[in-house]
Structures are given as structure tokens and as C-alpha cells.
């Protein structure tokens, strides 16, 4: 249930997001893209990343590679789409946010 401890939180949005994530910062770019598979697999729907973190560009790769083994919203007793936390770094307020895709989840 939303707000029970381990529980997804409820957002100002109605959606609810994993109160327990995987956290990518220091996850070296040569194991990430396997570490994020693996972690999906394992139930993580939860990811938090940020540009200054290096390791984006394998953070999607892992999210692609998930996908291709058959990891799916709705499926396995209930999995939703992981949702990636991705806060911008102050110095970059300015930048227009890059534009958001949805692909087959």
C-alpha cells in the first residue's frame, strides 16, 4: 500500500513510484549496463541516475537489454515500468530538459 514502509510512494500525480531504487552514482560505465538488467529482473522498478553520473548513456542500454529479454510492464506477478529518477544538476536549470520517449512498455 502507498506509504507503507518499503511501500511506493504516492506522487502529487496520483502515480506511485518504488520508495526503494536502485542507486547508479559510482556504478563504473563497464558493469552498469548489466547492473541495471540485472536489477530489473531482480523486481527494481525504481533506477536513480543523473547526467553527472557518466553512466546514462549505459543506464539505457541495461533498460533496452531488459526489454529485449521480455521484461514488460504487467508482467512477472505485477512489475510495472521502472521509473528513472534523473534530477538535473543545479549548474543545468537553464538547459531545456531533453524530450521524453515512451517506447513498448
Do not use: F
Not at 6 to 28: C, D, E
Request: proline share 10%; with cysteine.
Amino acid at each position: 500500500a502507498a506509504g507503507a514502509v518499503g511501500g511506493p510512494l504516492a506522487l502529487r500525480t496520483g502515480a506511485l513510484m518504488p520508495a526503494v531504487g536502485l542507486g547508479l552514482w559510482k556504478v563504473p560505465r563497464e558493469t552498469c549496463k548489466e547492473a541495471v538488467v540485472a536489477a530489473i529482473r531482480a523486481g527494481y522498478r525504481h533506477l536513480d541516475c543523473a547526467c553527472d553520473y557518466g553512466n546514462e548513456a549505459e543506464v539505457g542500454e541495461g533498460i533496452a537489454e531488459a526489454i529485449r529479454q521480455g521484461v514488460r510492464r504487467g508482467g512477472g506477478g505485477g512489475a510495472s515500468a521502472p521509473r528513472v529518477a534523473c534530477p538535473p544538476w543545479p549548474v543545468r536549470l537553464t538547459d531545456p530538459p531533453p524530450p521524453l520517449h515512451r517506447d513498448s512498455w
